[in-house]
């Protein structure tokens, strides 16, 4: 009863934020200047991907920022070297309804990005309410054929099964090197 009871709470909030009114804007990928990733951190292999896509956009001079979900029973085996990642613990960070606190999020929300990208990849509370909290002209998400986040996302890239992040970051760089300039 009480994980419908949070569930509830979770949904209403999530609606009360799809309601407030943005601007939406799709850029070519050469005009975008500044990134936000929300991500989990999971495997070192996953975080190697997610950390060279960083470092590309950064070389190319965009300023990418990453917010990562760490469940709490989880244990890092590998050390997060990019300086812009703000980590969101779900033992420390989330209040009883299981919303994360302002001041663990504060660092990423506060930023407007060009282009927002959710590689979470299911229907994650965390992800929706971060992406809604958070200003950006594009927001890009991963999904199965079975969800629907077209609420929260301006732009789907469908695929079968877990996200592949390789293949999304690429798909994402081709999608917006079409827009024209």
């Given amino acids: ?5 949070k569930d ?3 949904r209403n ?3 009360d934020l799809k309601a407030a009114p943005r601007d939406k ?3 070519n990928i050469d005009e975008i200047r500044s990134i936000g990733v929300i991500c989990r951190l999971s495997d070192e292999a996953s975080w190697n991907i997610l950390h060279h896509f960083a470092k590309v956009m ?5 300023s990418v920022h990453i917010i990562a979900l760490l469940d709490k029973d989880q244990e890092l085996h590998y050390v997060i070297t990019h300086q812009n990642t703000h980590i969101c613990r779900t033992k420390s960070d989330f209040n009883f309804w299981g919303l994360p ?4 999020i504060r660092p990423f929300v506060s930023r407007h990005y060009d282009l927002l ?3 979470i990849g299911d229907d994650n509370f965390f992800a929706q309410y971060v992406a809604l909290r958070t200003e950006a002209n594009l927001k890009v998400a991963y999904a199965t054929p079975a969800e629907d986040p077209t609420e929260v996302f301006d732009l789907i890239i469908r695929g079968d099964g877990h996200v592949e992040l390789k293949g999304f970051f690429n798909n994402i760089i081709e999608y ?6």
């Fill in 13 to 15: 909030i999530i609606r």
């Fill in 176 to 181: 917006l090197s079409m827009i024209k300039k």
């Fill in 8 to 10: 509830l709470r979770r």
């Fill in 101 to 104: 606190s302002d001041d663990a």
């Fill in 58 to 62: 950064e070389n190319q001079g965009k």
């Fill in 117 to 119: 990208i959710d590689t």
């Fill in 25 to 27: 804007k799709i850029d």
């Fill in 1 to 5: 009863m009480l994980d419908f009871i």
